[in-house]
């Protein structure tokens, strides 16, 4: 950070520094936002920028939105902006960005693409009409909005409709088209730049089939009794039920007070949430840099799609890996985390819900031998990280531990 820059963060709190141009030498560069328990990614790579979610509400708010401003007044614009999986502490930022962007041509930035699987991104499933008592199922749920979370700065009261509603009305560029196609792995690398490129790891599918028949099986309990051919009232009750129904059931974490003498592998448990199973996960690539972000996604489907015709020789290497849900013993597996390794992790979330991030997930990183030294960079001090403060790594391998504080995260040799 520059020095004038530090002393107007210093004195007014709610001051975010511009953006400025890339040096030369810097392939890729991220912001980690503090999302409370969510997430929320900006990535620079050579000019080219990215949204990966917004947190919720007040996490654009505070944080995403003069950033996004700031790209504007330099001439910049969004490449992609990703939403990977409707769960409230994901979507909720971008539910507030798309709802204040609004149509053209008075928008705070121009949005190339959108990717966000939703109801009507799925394959279509025939059923019946809707009927008076369907219809009455689904006003109900969309009056349910996107509340009922622990976090802080609710949905605000004008976003009464889905992302997809908002995406259809305005007119975006959405998963390629007009969202009736779904973003999965099976699909070709996204070409942004003759620099940058995103190839989609995940999800499959078959992933969100099952979170869209789970969904079905749900309302059919309400009385509703028909298909998932796509209509506004569908989606915006789709997307409101699913970014609140999985909360309740969230596994209990254990606490990271517990027996501390626990390994990864003593714990870990496969994540049975359909709604993290259906998230976006894609690799960006840009100049030779590339870095993994698995959202939410289950760590068996990413083992799966990233060893898929490569030699099980050793760890893929990345510049960087986002680390699944927070941190959850749920989501990184030891397999997984014997498939992928880099000198640079990212770890999103205040602690404040389930206990993320575990400790044993943190220390099974640092644990692992490596010919480099790991970076852990979280967007928050937890009891996790502090208590990995005093964690001396089982191979001798070096590693140190950051707190990002709004500040760019610059990979692929920085320099000022």
């Known amino acids: 950070m520059h020095a004038r820059e530090a002393v107007l963060r210093r004195m007014l709190p709610g ?20 999302a409370s328990n969510g997430d929320s990614f900006l990535v620079d790579a050579a000019g080219t920028f990215i949204l990966i979610d917004a947190g919720f509400a007040s996490t654009f708010q505070d944080f995403v939105k003069a950033d996004l401003a700031s790209l504007t007044s330099d001439g910049r614009r969004l490449a992609l902006a990703v939403c990977t999986h409707i769960d409230a502490d994901h979507i909720g930022g971008l539910l507030e ?15 190339d693409r959108v990717w966000h699987n ?3 991104s799925m394959p279509l499933q025939p059923g019946e009409e809707e009927g008076i008592q369907g219809k009455l199922v689904l006003e109900a749920l969309r009056r349910r909005g996107f509340g009922g979370t622990a976090a802080p700065g609710p949905i605000s009261a004008r976003q009464g409709s889905s992302l997809a509603k908002m995406l259809g009305h305005d007119g975006y560029l959405w998963n390629e088209g007009n969202g009736t196609t779904c973003i999965s792995q099976d699909q070709q690398p996204l070409v942004l730049s003759e620099a940058v490129s995103v190839e989609v790891v ?16 749900e309302v059919a309990k309400l009385g509703y009794k028909g298909g998932a051919a796509s209509t506004d009232l569908l989606d915006d009750a789709y997307e409101m039920w699913c970014a609140t129904a999985f909360q309740a059931t969230a596994p209990t974490i254990r606490k990271v007070s517990a027996n501390g003498n626990l390994r990864l592998a003593d714990i870990y448990a496969p994540d049975q949430s359909p709604a993290n199973g259906s998230s976006i996960a894609i690799v960006i690539k840009s100049a030779g840099v590339q870095v993994l972000f698995l959202g939410d996604a ?25 680390v699944s849900h927070h ?25 404040s819900r389930h206990g993320h991030p575990n400790f044993e997930v943190l220390a099974e990183i640092v644990d692992r031998p490596a010919p480099f030294e ?5 967007n928050y001090e937890t009891a996790s990280s502090t208590r990995l403060r005093s964690h001396a790594s089982r191979s001798g391998t070096p590693f140190s531990i950051h707190i990002a504080d709004t500040n760019w995260i610059s990979l692929g040799g920085w320099t000022e």
């Open 298 to 322: 289950w760590a068996e489907d990413m083992v799966a799609r990233l060893r898929a015709g490569k030699p099980a020789t050793g760890p893929i290497l990345f510049d960087a890996i986002k």
């Open 118 to 120: 939703s109801l009507r």
């Open 202 to 217: 995940g999800p499959s599918r078959g992933r969100l089939e099952a979170l869209r028949n789970v969904w079905l099986k």
């Open 374 to 378: 790991r970076r852990l960079i979280f």
């Open 15 to 34: 001051y975010t520094a511009p953006i400025r141009p890339l040096p030369r030498s810097c392939m890729l560069r991220i912001k980690m936002y503090p």
């Open 97 to 111: 960005f798309f709802s204040s962007n609004g149509p053209q041509p008075r928008r705070i930035v121009e949005v």
């Open 327 to 351: 941190g959850s013993c749920h989501n990184t597996s030891p397999e997984l985390l014997a498939t992928v390794d880099a000198p640079c992790f990212l770890i999103s979330t205040d602690g």
